[in-house]
T-cell receptor, first 110, second 117 residues
Framework: RKEVEQDPGPFNVPEGATVAFNCTYS??????FFWYRQDCRKEPKLLMS???SGNEDGRFTAQLNRASQYISLLIRDSKLSDSATYLC???????????FGTGTRLTIIP | NAGVTQTPKFRVLKTGQSMTLLCAQD?????MYWYRQDPGMGLRLIHY???????AKGEVPDGYNVSRLKKQNFLLGLESAAPSQTSVYFC????????????????FGEGSRLTVL
């Protein structure tokens, strides 16, 4: 099983809708995660950090489900500018590395 | 604010040619990384450095070499390019030791698109 797995999508969602996608992980000891956003042909940028059970930032909510070993990203009232690929990232505090998921592509439709 | 700058941004090579990608950061970060990104594979770590004069292998180091002679620069070299090295290469930096409850933020360059024919 891969360390981090994501549904690649694409998710095509109408503007204003709520969308959620998950990321599963294999290391049951993991307690922190990150969501990065990557626009088409651009570099990844940090969107949110997730510690303990979850985090909320405006229209974005990230939650961690340790029992089922997945984290989710919920986007409410989606905007056209939310169209991007969302990368789930697992930190390894022992060797200073981040493991990136392959990303979920989201397209918001007018 | 320059942040992380990669050069060149685009390059086409023939099989067997060599080249060097340069990454420069002006944030005084200790840690620097080279990733490659391929469709369906996500970002994979090639090499990284935890400080000036140090380098370490990542997940996919074969065919690449790196050097960190100055704190602000991290060079990625391809000694004999192969078509399998066609990819988008990202350099990134971070302030230092990755500790729990850190923001987890890596600062990425804009990427270098390399095609090997």
């Amino acid at each position: 099983r891969k360390e981090v797995e994501q549904d690649p999508g694409p998710f095509n969602v109408p503007e204003g809708a709520t969308v959620a996608f998950n990321c599963t992980y294999s290391n049951s000891a993991s307690q922190s995660f990150f969501w990065y956003r990557q626009d088409c042909r651009k570099e990844p940028k940090l969107l949110m950090s997730v510690y303990s059970s979850g985090n909320e930032d405006g229209r974005f909510t990230a939650q961690l489900n340790r029992a089922s070993q997945y984290i989710s990203l919920l986007i409410r009232d989606s905007k056209l500018s939310d169209s991007a690929t969302y990368l789930c990232v697992l930190p390894n505090f022992g060797n200073e590395k981040l493991t990136f998921g392959t990303g979920t592509r989201l397209t918001i439709i007018p | 604010n320059a942040g992380v700058t990669q050069t060149p941004k685009f390059r086409v090579l023939k099989t067997g040619q060599s080249m060097t990608l340069l990454c420069a950061q002006d944030m005084n970060h200790e840690y620097m990384y080279w990733y490659r990104q391929d469709p369906g594979m996500g970002l994979r770590l090639i090499h990284y450095s935890v400080g000036e004069g140090t380098t370490a292998k990542g997940e996919v180091p074969d065919g690449y070499n790196v050097s960190r002679l100055k704190k602000q620069n991290f060079l990625l070299g391809l000694e004999s390019a192969a078509p399998s090295q066609t990819s988008v290469y990202f350099c990134a930096s971070s302030p230092g030791l990755l500790r729990e409850y850190d923001t987890g933020e890596l600062f990425f360059g804009e990427g270098s698109r390399l095609t090997v024919l």
